[in-house]
């Protein structure tokens, strides 16, 4: 079906560690993906990707990677957009 996005607000975001069942989100230039899925994959291995967890990721990428395609690479695992914390719920 049409994936549908979600609003994500700092707080949310935050919650999203990888850790007590829920998967790892990062965001990436004001998006945010589900980065779970492709830590197995992640060249640089999962602790370094795991860095990222809950957070943006933005500035560690770029530290160390500022060639590789992130959106095009995680295309398939993008959850929604940050909003700021007091965004107006629907
Ligand atoms: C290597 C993808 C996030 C640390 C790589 C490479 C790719 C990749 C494709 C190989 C690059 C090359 O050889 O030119 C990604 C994607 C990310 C991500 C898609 C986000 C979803 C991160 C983060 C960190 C990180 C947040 C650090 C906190 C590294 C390191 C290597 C690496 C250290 C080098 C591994 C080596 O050459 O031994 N990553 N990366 N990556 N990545 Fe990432």
């Not at 990062?26 to 589900?34: D, E, F, L, P």
């Not at 943006?56 to 993008?78: A, I, Q, R, Y």
């Amino acid at each position: 079906g049409v994936p549908t996005f979600q609003r994500v607000t700092p707080s949310h975001l935050k919650t999203m560690t990888g850790r007590k069942g829920k998967p790892a989100w990062s965001s990436w230039q004001g998006k945010v993906y589900n980065i779970t899925p492709y830590l197995p994959f992640h060249p640089g291995g999962e602790a370094e990707l795991m860095k990222a967890a809950g957070r943006d990721g933005t500035k560690l990428f770029m530290d160390v990677h500022p060639w590789v395609n992130w959106e095009n690479m995680l295309g398939s695992c993008l959850v929604g957009v940050m909003v700021p914390e007091d965004f107006a719920k629907e």
